[in-house]
Structure formats: C-alpha cells, structure tokens
C-alpha cells in the first residue's frame, strides 16, 4: 500500500511514475530494473520513491497490482460482452480469443505480464505472482462456479483443477506468440491472435473430458 504521500501527488504525476516503472520493469524485470531511470524518467527525485512506498517490494507490488487490476477490468468489460447462453466450452473459447486480442493490443501490459512470470529474484516473484494470481481468480473461479451450478461443468469436476488449468494457460496464451522458447509443442511463436484460434480451440477440447458433462444413458 503506496504512502500517504504517494496520494497528495497529482494524478498525472502518479499516472508518469506508474507508467515508466510499467516500461521498465517491462524491458528489464522488477529485480533488475532501474529505479534511476524510472525516477529520471518520471521526472521525480529517486528519494521521492522511498517517500511514496516503504521498500522495492512494496513498489513492485503496487506497480503489478495496477496493471492487474487494469487488465482484469477490462477483460470483465469483455466478457459481459460475450453470449452466456452458449455452452461453457465455446464461451471459454470465446474467452479465452478476447484475452489473446488484449494481450495482442496491449504490448505495454504484455510486458509486465512476462516481467511478473519470468522474474528469477525468489522474494519478487513470490510477491507479484501472488498479486497477480489474485486479480486472475477473482474473475476464474466465479465463472467456474457458475458453469458448475448450470450444469455445463459436471457436479464432480473439480473445480480447483480447472482453476490450476486455466492460471497455467492464461499467461502461456498471453506470452508465448511473443517470447522464444515458450510453446515448443503447439508452435503459438509468432502467430497473431486470428491463426491462434485453432490452437486455443485444441487446448479446450483436450481438457474437455475433466468437466464436460457426462452422456445421458
């Protein structure tokens, strides 16, 4: 939580520091990112970071929370747009293409998603992947509750392996178009969100036998 002092600061001047702390930690990571160049950049004393958060952790925290946040709402605003009178698999399908078109649009975003996945510094990541794996479950264990209660994910699916499922997928999908050496298997490396749609297609239809609803004797 930012410091009093980070909430006198005028909008604009928070909305700069978060910004450029986005696009370094983007190009370099948390732990081996610059706080010079974010204070230099922001136009702010590097001193003046230590005044609006505690420690670096509290500052990396914040950072991969706003972006979270951010991300998560505007996937919300996404999925209320989407036809939930479709059966759960093509409505995660359809899901799951409306992240990959985000993530497509949003290289800013993109970037500290892979910053917060791939940070190697143990006390860093430990922090923002838990701050980052809350925004993602805030939005994909009520929807799999949901499906549940209308029948489209049998009663004896276990629900927290499909959570487990999807928090391991949603960054793979949201990466791997991106970064070398991610997907050796399904080849998602350089494939823009439209030829991606078979993949994602295939992923479901392999996990489909952990929830879809039994045949009817």
Not at 22 to 46: H, P, V
Not at 93 to 111: G, H, I, K, Q
Request: charged share 25%; with cysteine.
């Amino acid at each position: 939580m930012p410091t009093s002092t980070w909430f006198r600061l005028n909008v604009a001047k928070r909305d700069r520091v978060l910004k450029v702390a986005m696009r370094e930690f983007g190009d370099n990571g948390y732990s081996t990112g610059s706080l010079n160049t974010i204070a230099r950049e922001a136009g702010i004393a590097k001193g003046s970071l230590f005044q609006y958060f505690t420690d670096k952790l509290e500052f990396f925290a914040f950072v991969c929370d706003e972006t979270s946040r951010s991300i998560r709402e505007e996937m919300e605003r996404r999925i209320a747009r989407l036809d939930f009178d479709q059966p759960f698999d093509g409505w995660l399908f359809d899901v799951l293409c409306e992240w990959t078109e985000y993530m497509s649009e949003n290289p800013l975003e993109r970037a500290v998603t892979a910053a917060t996945n791939f940070e190697l510094d143990n006390a860093v990541r430990s922090v923002v992947r838990d701050t980052a794996n809350q925004h993602y479950l805030q939005v994909v264990h009520p929807s799999l509750k949901l499906w549940q209660e209308r029948g489209d994910i049998r009663p004896d699916a276990d629900v927290d392996v499909l959570a487990t499922l999807l928090l391991m997928m949603l960054p793979h999908l949201a990466l791997a178009p991106y970064y070398d050496g991610l997907d050796p298997v399904l080849d998602l490396r350089g494939r823009g969100p439209s030829e991606q749609r078979p993949i994602i297609r295939r992923l479901i239809d392999g996990f489909r036998p952990l929830f879809a609803p039994y045949p009817e004797p």
